[in-house]
């Protein structure tokens, strides 16, 4: 076994890790695994059990949870929840907080709907300009927050207030905005056709492989420190299961009545997730954007010392948070089939907030990861999904989430003084 230096050091996805020796057996990376949970870093494990809990529960109080109509469903009300807590992540990372995330989507939405509507844009062109409302909300949010130093909680708290008024001002009260382009709206209401489907999966986890194989042997030939090759080989078999299966899944007739009618194919939503859950996993754990943002969020004062551009880092981050909340306000918009005033002031952004930290997201910044989002959505969708399928009234849902938040944050808290204890 190489052995380097004890020197703290941070991980691909901001966890720091006290030991940098090369793991030479999956028996030695699961030791290492058991130490950092000892040590506090327990990562995304908690919100994965919960997931499994839920679905257990749910599955045995009521049998057509686990119906592949229901799970389909599940996934497309999960994405605007998941796409706007992937964006709250850089924010979050940063130990800031962003209030008006939900209604700077909801004002991306309108305006995306408008020129589709008065205008008669291409859809691609009315997302775009849809993103970029939210780009510009973040380069204000950003500039108050890090040329001022203004608080996030209270900068974000007032655009919050005063983004209501865009789509108010623009649709009207008590008016709508029919959401109806062919393409947007598909998004939640088709499918991928199944070939499609299963090229794309087959893509993903051969490139998936491809890249996985590269970084060993490139890192074992340099001499620096990598996983060993059986634990290289089970992700990828992992991986491969749950792709596949879920596309096998997904391919089949999941229509509640098959004997009239067709539902099949992975909902057009998904990938959109997918793409957007690799891409900003890169960008993270692969550029030198994503390793400066886990340095300012573990200690700005010493990233600022090491030549980091701070200011340039917090607006970024706030930026790329608003974008992502567009795309989220396109999400819900597509699933709805309509923007109205009231768009994105529900409970969204609390939702989204919810799922970021659930997944594993520190609340005190330097720790977190995009597929935290996805699987904090997920837990967060399950709940009002489970809960309506057993008829439950409507307070049972806020209870339990806010139940689930709680302990989420109380896993963070201790995890952190864990940490703190010991050393890391």
């Not at 703290?8 to 030479?24: E, I, L, M, N």
């Not at 999941?254 to 067709?262: E, I, S, V």
């Not at 849902?397 to 709680?406: D, E, H, Q, R």
């Amino acid at each position: 076994m190489t052995v380097g230096s004890d020197t703290p050091t941070k991980a691909d996805d901001g966890a720091f890790s006290t030991d940098t020796r090369q793991a030479a057996t999956v028996a030695d990376s699961a030791r290492d695994y058991l130490n950092r949970l000892r040590g506090g870093d327990m990562g995304s494990l908690p919100a994965v059990l919960g997931l499994l809990v839920l679905f257990v529960v749910f599955s045995s109080l009521h049998d057509r949870f686990l119906t592949m109509y229901n799970l389909a469903n599940l996934a497309i009300q999960a994405a605007s929840i998941i796409v706007l807590a992937m964006g709250l992540v850089f924010v979050l990372l940063l130990g800031e907080i962003d209030l008006s995330a939900g209604v700077a989507g909801g004002a991306a939405a309108t305006v995306t709907a408008l020129v589709l509507i008065d205008h008669d844009w291409t859809w691609w062109l009315a997302t775009l300009a849809g993103i970029a409302v939210g780009a510009v909300i973040g380069v204000a949010i950003g500039s108050l927050v890090a040329l001022l130093g203004i608080p996030s909680f209270v900068v974000t708290l007032a655009f919050f207030l005063a983004l209501q008024a865009v789509p108010l001002k623009l649709i009207g009260s008590g008016g709508s905005l029919r959401f109806n382009d062919e393409v947007l709206r598909g998004l939640s209401i088709k499918n991928v056709p199944v070939t499609a489907g299963w090229i794309a999966a087959a893509l993903i986890v051969l490139g998936f492989a491809a890249l996985a194989l590269w970084r060993y042997y490139s890192r074992s030939a340099r001499g620096l420190v990598h996983q060993p090759l059986p634990l290289v080989i089970l992700q990828i078999v992992v991986l491969a299961v749950i792709v596949l299966g879920v596309t096998a899944l997904l391919s089949t007739n999941r229509a509640p009545n098959p004997r009239l009618f067709n539902i099949s194919g992975i909902p057009w939503v998904l990938p959109v997730v997918v793409v957007l859950l690799l891409f900003w996993t890169f960008v993270l754990t692969r550029t030198r954007f994503g390793r400066h943002l886990y340095a300012v969020g573990g200690n700005a004062e010493a990233a600022r010392r090491a030549g980091i551009n701070v200011t340039r880092i917090k607006i970024s981050a706030f930026v790329i948070c608003s974008s992502m909340a567009a795309v989220s306000g396109v999400l819900s918009a597509s699933y709805t089939g309509k923007v109205s005033p009231g768009s994105g002031g529900g409970n969204e952004l609390l939702y989204a907030v919810a799922a970021a930290v659930i997944g594993g997201t520190s609340l005190f910044g330097g720790r977190g990861r995009a597929i935290d989002a996805v699987i904090g959505g997920l837990v967060i969708a399950s709940i009002p999904n489970g809960l309506g399928l057993l008829n439950q009234a409507a307070y049972i849902n806020f209870v339990v989430t806010g139940g689930v938040l709680l302990l989420a944050a109380s896993v963070d808290a201790i995890s952190r003084r864990r940490r703190s204890a010991a050393g890391v």
